[in-house]
């Protein structure tokens, strides 16, 4: 039995003894100040600071943050020469004289370089994991491993996010996560999270957010937090980008255009790809029946999916004056994700044994279309602002299947059909507002409303020749046959109250309530339903900066998670006759609640390390539930059955060997306890994970790169799954004064495929699975960028989810 207070005992040491390290009795000074753009007046971030004696010897190192501000700590010595760089810009030096162990440099103006106009000028390095308030943030676009692949290989690389083999996101082994693009809530990505991530480019994403404890202002579905996926910030000037890349499983190309002139700006991207995938699983089932054995199923599925599809999206943004902006944005998407099934069942019971081969063709397509508005103003006292967003979407989409039986002589004696086609339409609104209580802008009130309405509609149908075994004549079966008609409004409002004192304490207080109508009509039998939900979530934050080295933060954060369309439709997927799946209109919402103590330790020489105890509990907990009937037939579906609470740990670090090596570092670890007093079932296992990322510059350009994570396996209710890991290389060589590269990429290059074993067990029936997912792959990468582009040096804040804000670039915590 785990035992609770052990686990306890040792983080809270491992805490401890962070806390411990780096306190020194040697004199050090500290040098601080902030970075801007010698025209604009604009942050400079991710500027490269440096203090060295007059030897030219490095004393210590860091970089500006995304305020443009540094802030660093060195022993006391003399004749100290503090230099600052930045790619397009003069180096600033100066000596450092300190007066009662400070070195105050006040706001630093950098100018540029001439003669940079005809060339493509990049940001400096950013460090891969960085913490920012309640963020934390991988900066993909630093990895050279991106330079290849997907959004769903850039989210294995993120802190607390796991990624299953069949590509299932978790957050802390939760996989309700609210994610968000750029910002905003994606139609795109709610429609089939695993087919859009394969869409969007690796090499298009700037970075990954991972939000733990989100204020009030953010939305509050997802019981696991959110995940703000940020693509490539825009740029000032004419240019863009191409990025080409081929490989074995997949194929990529992604394109970039971004044009400014005057208060105008213009930018277009278009994305394209193409992957397969082949996964061959064995399941060996027993039915029960008062835990006897009653039959038995031995199966063998040999499936290829070949996925396929186009992104696009124009924005334009028009600056009014230096205090208003407003934005509008069109993007377009269409995915074709069809996959083949050749299955061999084997079912023995009292009655004998049944033995057929089986042929089966699924195909999921959707036509996508979004439109969307925003303004921002900003007013003279600090952070005063105003943000209005709204956005509305439309999506045609058809899901079908064909599934063919043969006896073992090659005769087909069944066939079955099932079209299904639909379409979504979703509006919101929402308007935020900051009113400063103080001059400084340190205290802040923040309130803002949200309303958005979906209306979906799924037809379907079933024609078999079931009626005529054997014949090629189908006829359809108008018991199977529906129309089904959801809606799901949601008004919202939310307030939110920051404090920061003169003593380095910040409050947050936060109060969001939604008020939920849904329903659903059907033209059949089938009885409508009506529900009406009332939810008020907090949040409170309280954090302390100990000093310049330690930060704490201890929290409490409500979530909810609402059931999707799809877990409510009772469409029956019977592609498999003999494994049925379908959802559940009578499922209720949940509600989670979290509890999350962090230290943050930065020391003077970079070093980064941040650690998280958080305890998580749900007692209406939507779960995947299966049974088996007397015929050796399983059925799945979503019910409210089981509590969950769990209790975990994470531990990230950034390290920096010396000018040319770099590696992060990431483990987590929690266990997990599942109840049903309705199933009279439960289960409790441990679950921890690691993950890796070095890389390391070599002369004449060269980087080599290896990234890898492993874990033990996810716990369900009603069982576990083996061990999981992957692992990757990557080498990069740039040329044209680095503007263009490529990159050789292997991933699982020792192993063709990855096994993992599955485990379910219950009343009615027991299983056992193993699955070959063949996951070995080599891509070469091309990327290159073009014209004449200047980072925009915007401060302005961006349009952030729940705020009307995108994507926080800043490290102000929400």
Not at 46 to 51: E, L, R
Not at 236 to 260: F, Y
Not at 372 to 385: D, G, I, T, V, W
């Amino acid at each position: 039995m785990f035992n609770v207070r052990i686990f306890v005992f040792i983080t809270m040491l491992l805490l401890a003894g962070s806390l411990t390290h780096g306190q020194t009795t040697s004199k050090t000074i500290t040098i601080k100040g902030a970075l801007a753009d010698s025209l604009t007046k604009a942050p400079i971030p991710f500027a490269t600071v440096v203090v060295t004696q007059t030897d030219k010897k490095v004393i210590q190192s860091t970089l500006t943050d995304e305020k443009g501000s540094f802030l660093l700590k060195t022993p006391e010595k003399t004749n100290l020469v503090l230099y600052i760089t930045y790619v397009g810009y003069n180096t600033y030096s100066a000596a450092i004289a300190p007066v009662a162990g400070l070195a105050d440099l006040g706001r630093i103006y950098l100018a540029a370089r001439t003669g940079v106009l005809n060339e493509v000028v990049v940001n400096g390095k950013k460090p891969i994991i960085q913490s920012m308030g309640d963020k934390l943030i991988y900066n993909a676009a630093s990895d050279i491993g991106n330079k290849s692949g997907s959004a769903e290989d850039v989210l294995r690389k993120a802190p607390m996010v796991t990624v299953s083999p069949d590509g299932e996101i978790k957050l802390r082994g939760n996989g309700n996560i609210k994610i968000l693009l750029n910002g905003l809530p994606s139609g795109l990505l709610a429609k089939n999270l695993k087919e859009a991530l394969k869409m969007i480019p690796a090499s298009s994403i700037e970075s990954i957010e991972v939000i733990t404890s989100p204020s009030a202002k953010y939305e509050a579905e997802g019981a696991a937090g959110v995940i703000n996926i940020t693509t490539k910030k825009k740029m000032n000037g004419t240019g863009g980008s191409i990025d080409l890349s081929a490989g074995n499983l997949e194929q990529m190309v992604s394109g970039s255009l971004n044009m400014t002139k005057g208060k105008f700006s213009v930018n277009l991207n278009l994305d394209g790809g193409m992957e397969k995938a082949r996964t061959v699983t064995d399941l060996d089932r027993t039915s029960l029946s008062d835990g006897i054995s009653i039959g038995r199923l031995i199966q063998t599925n040999d499936e290829t999916q070949k996925s396929k599809g186009a992104f696009g999206i124009l924005g334009v943004e028009y600056r009014v004056d230096s205090s208003q902006k407003i934005g509008a944005s069109v993007s377009y998407w269409n995915g074709n994700w069809p996959s083949e099934s050749q299955i061999n069942s084997l079912y023995s019971d009292k009655k004998g044994v049944t033995a057929y081969n089986q042929y089966s063709e699924q195909k999921g397509q959707v036509n996508y279309t979004e439109f969307s508005l925003n303004y921002q103003k900003k007013f003279k006292r600090p952070a005063q602002e105003l943000q209005l967003v709204t956005q509305y979407s439309k999506a045609n989409e058809q899901a079908s299947y064909m599934t063919d039986q043969f006896d073992l002589s090659g005769q087909r004696y069944f066939r079955e059909i099932s079209p299904n086609t639909g379409y979504n339409k979703e509006f919101f609104f929402q308007a935020d507002y900051v009113q400063p209580l103080d001059r400084a802008g340190n205290h802040l009130l923040e309130v803002g409303g949200r309303y958005s309405k979906n209306n979906s509609s799924s037809d379907y149908t079933v024609f078999t020749n079931n009626y005529i075994p054997g014949s090629a004549i189908m006829i359809e079966d108008p018991s199977r046959a529906n129309v089904m008609s959801y809606f799901q409004d949601i008004a919202a409002g939310y307030l939110n109250l920051k404090i920061k004192t003169r003593k380095d304490w910040q409050f947050r207080l936060g109060g969001r309530y939604e008020h939920t109508s849904l329903g659903g009509d059907f033209k059949g039998p089938q009885p409508s339903f009506r529900s009406q939900f009332n939810n008020f979530v907090s949040s409170v934050m309280v954090n302390k900066r100990i000093n310049d080295i330690h930060d704490l933060k201890l929290s409490y954060t409500e979530r909810i998670r609402r059931p999707w369309i799809w877990d409510l439709n009772p469409y029956v997927n019977a592609s498999d006759p003999r494994n049925l799946t379908f959802g559940n209109p009578e499922l209720r919402p949940e509600i989670n609640r979290m509890l999350e103590l962090v230290h943050n330790y930065t020391a003077p020489s970079g070093f980064n390390l941040n650690s998280s105890l958080y305890f998580h509990s749900n007692s209406n907990t939507i779960e995947s539930l299966r049974t088996v009937d007397s015929l050796g037939i399983s059925r799945t579906t979503q019910q409210n059955i089981a509590s969950n609470r769990r209790l975990g740990g994470n531990v990230f670090t950034g390290l920096q060997f010396n000018k040319s090596w770099t590696m992060t570092l990431g483990a987590e670890f929690y266990h997990v306890w599942f109840k049903s007093k309705a199933l009279n079932i439960g289960n409790d296992a441990s679950f921890y994970s690691f993950s890796i990322n070095s890389a390391y510059e070599l002369p004449k350009d060269f980087t080599l790169q290896f990234s890898g994570d492993y874990s033990n396996g996810y716990v369900t209710l009603q069982g576990r799954t083996t061990a999981n890991y992957t692992y990757r290389l990557s080498a990069r060589k740039e040329f044209w004064d680095k503007k263009a590269g490529i990159t050789l990429s292997f991933n699982n290059p020792f192993q063709q495929s990855f096994l993992q074993r599955s485990t379910a067990t219950a009343p009615s029936f027991n299983s056992n699975t193993t699955s070959w997912y063949y996951n070995r792959s080599f891509s070469v990468a091309f990327s290159w960028k073009f014209g004449t582009l200047r980072s925009s040096g915007d401060n302005e804040k961006e349009m952030e989810e729940g705020t009307g804000e995108k994507g926080p670039r800043r490290g102000r915590s929400h």
